[in-house]
């Protein structure tokens, strides 16, 4: 007997995503986990692992007295998923736990204004559709007390106790203790492990699925490598036809025994499931080593567990690789610059090869400091015969300048008026012209004599005292 489920669906679906997310719970304050402590049983299988397929089921409705009933249902449950391809194909590696909450009222609820006192506080009846159960705790709040119970479990399923057929799906599936109800489940689970369309027409699900495509060639839609097995092509769908789904008897349109899961929904399902046997690999970056730290290795570890799946390890520090920078000597001029180094890697500059010291700029060595001028000024009186300057000057030398580096200039200062008349000085010689008609007497002037100096001699200045006598 094929009994469409369209209407059903498409208001579980509706209700699944919108319901969960904008329900109240109006103990929300309330923490489970410090208030009960529930025990956890293994019933199938024994992975407590990241690495390991677990479901978890929990309980509402069931009273304390009731948890035996809720056990063996519990196991009934898990044997109906393990039962149905393609969970049977994993057996091995599927774990089931369940968790034995304590409700102190029985059964469940009839509408969001007819609650019983359970746990969960599921209901029948959302939106007048009287096989939709929900709770009115949200799906945060249950897999919160999920993974506090079974902290690496990967799908969480509610089984009420209740023997009205109804269930839900989201990221909690909802089942009633109504064998039938446990189709709900599964076509559910379909949904939220594979994100698999129904094969049934919704309009607002449209969309490109694993098994559902707008593509109608047979070697082009999703499914193309598995048409002709089981059935499998591509059909339109009842209600839209520009939509195609790969099969006209799969559990995702239908609910029963007699409809198994397609092909096309089966892979996906043992893909996702597969996928939860392995780690949440996060990949740790390789951070390089530098010239004085040391780096690591790329490596892996577990995003949901923490195991370290490849261990990171220390690359050493490569050190310095330094170019040296010769002294470059100070000359009378210019400031030198003692040995340096910098380091080809990092940039650095260093006064010491090893990198102890690092500095910004090279180290000055300051300009040499000029040298005394060797010089030596000789003076000596000189006499001119008053005779001979009737008619012209005369000219004598009495300074002789000595050893001066540079440039030396002379120039008369001082003396009193009477000499500063008579006797006149060539700057660049020296020698002290006296004039024409000059009477006898004995004239003293003072001379500076100046040395300009060069790159490694200091300048020089000495002032004398020049005496010329006339007779
Ligand atoms: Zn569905
Ligand atoms: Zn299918
Ligand atoms: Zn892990
Ligand atoms: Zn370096």
């Known amino acids: 007997m094929k009994k469409r489920i369209l209407t059903l669906f498409v208001i579980i679906s509706m209700f699944a995503t919108l319901m969960p997310a904008t329900a109240v719970y109006a103990e929300s304050d309330e923490s489970p986990e410090a208030t009960?402590?529930?025990?956890?049983?293994?019933?199938?299988?024994?992975?407590?692992?990241?690495?390991?397929?677990?479901?978890?089921?929990?309980?509402?409705?069931?009273?304390?007295?009731?948890?035996?009933?809720?056990?063996?249902?519990?196991?009934?449950?898990?044997?109906?998923?393990?039962?149905t391809e393609p969970f049977s194909d994993l057996k091995?590696?599927?774990?089931?736990?369940?968790?034995?909450?304590?409700?102190?009222e029985s059964g469940s609820g009839n509408g969001a204004n007819d609650l019983k006192n359970t746990f969960f506080?599921?209901?029948?009846?959302i939106g007048r559709i009287d096989r939709l159960i929900s709770s009115k705790k949200s799906f945060f709040e249950i897999k919160k007390l999920f993974s506090?119970?079974?902290?690496?479990?990967?799908?969480?399923?509610?089984?009420?106790?209740?023997?009205?057929?109804?269930?839900?799906?989201?990221?909690?599936?909802?089942?009633?203790?109504?064998?039938?109800?446990?189709?709900?489940?599964?076509?559910?689970?379909?949904?939220?492990?594979?994100?698999?369309?129904?094969?049934?027409?919704?309009?607002?699900?449209?969309?490109?699925?694993?098994?559902?495509?707008?593509?109608?060639?047979?070697?082009?839609?999703?499914?193309?490598?598995?048409?002709?097995e089981d059935g499998i092509g591509v059909y339109p769908y009842d209600g839209n036809s520009e939509w195609y789904r790969p099969s006209l008897n799969c559990k995702m349109e239908y609910l029963g025994?007699?409809?198994?899961?397609?092909?096309?929904?089966?892979?996906?399902?043992?893909?996702?499931?597969?996928?939860?046997?392995?780690?949440?690999?996060?990949?740790?970056?390789?951070?390089?080593?530098?010239?004085?730290?040391?780096?690591i290795t790329e490596g892996s570890h577990c995003d949901v567990c923490?195991?370290?799946?490849?261990?990171?390890?220390?690359?050493?520090?490569?050190?310095?690789?330094?170019?040296?920078?010769?002294?470059?000597?100070?000359?009378?001029?210019?400031?030198?610059?003692?040995?340096?180094?910098?380091?080809?890697?990092?940039?650095?500059?260093?006064?010491?090869e090893q990198g102890e010291n690092e500095i910004s700029d090279p180290v000055l060595i300051p300009k040499l400091a000029k040298k005394t001028q060797p010089v030596k000024v000789i003076t000596s009186t000189k006499s001119v015969?008053?005779?001979?300057?009737?008619?012209?000057?005369?000219?004598?030398?009495?300074?002789?300048?000595?050893?001066?580096?540079?440039?030396?200039?002379?120039?008369?200062?001082?003396?009193?008026a009477k000499a500063k008349k008579a006797l006149s000085i060539n700057k660049k010689t020296g020698k002290i012209t006296v004039k024409k008609k000059t009477a006898k007497g004995t004239y003293t002037v003072k001379v500076k004599v100046s040395v300009t100096g060069t790159d490694m001699y200091k300048t020089f200045s000495k002032t004398v005292s020049v005496t010329v006598k006339v007779k």
């Not at 489940?185 to 969309?207: F, P, T």
């Not at 009737?390 to 000219?395: G, N, Q």
Request: glycine share 8%; charged share 25%.
């Open 36 to 83: 009960y402590q529930f025990e956890t049983k293994n019933i199938v299988g024994n992975g407590n692992g990241c690495e390991d397929i677990i479901f978890v089921i929990a309980g509402d409705g069931f009273t304390s007295s009731e948890q035996q009933l809720f056990e063996s249902k519990a196991e009934e449950l898990a044997d109906y998923i393990l039962d």
């Open 92 to 104: 091995e590696n599927i774990s089931f736990y369940c968790i034995d909450v304590i409700s102190e």
């Open 121 to 125: 506080k599921t209901y029948y009846n």
């Open 148 to 228: 506090n119970y079974v902290p690496y479990y990967d799908y969480g399923l509610l089984l009420v106790n209740d023997t009205r057929y109804g269930g839900s799906g989201g990221s909690i599936s909802i089942a009633s203790i109504n064998s039938k109800s446990y189709e709900i489940m599964l076509h559910e689970m379909g949904h939220s492990i594979a994100n698999l369309a129904d094969e049934y027409w919704y309009a607002d699900a449209a969309y490109e699925h694993i098994n559902m495509t707008k593509e109608s060639d047979p070697e082009k839609v999703p499914w193309a490598d598995l048409i002709g």
């Open 257 to 295: 025994k007699n409809h198994p899961f397609c092909a096309v929904c089966k892979r996906a399902i043992k893909k996702s499931l597969e996928s939860k046997m392995e780690h949440d690999l996060h990949t740790d970056k390789e951070v390089a080593p530098t010239c004085t730290a040391t780096g």
């Open 306 to 352: 923490g195991k370290i799946i490849k261990a990171q390890e220390t690359i050493p520090a490569t050190g310095h690789s330094m170019t040296a920078h010769p002294e470059v000597p100070a000359t009378y001029t210019a400031n030198g610059t003692a040995l340096y180094w910098t380091c080809l890697n990092c940039g650095k500059m260093f006064s010491d």
């Open 385 to 416: 015969k008053a005779k001979k300057l009737k008619k012209k000057a005369r000219t004598v030398k009495p300074l002789t300048v000595k050893g001066y580096k540079g440039t030396v200039s002379y120039k008369i200062t001082g003396g009193n």
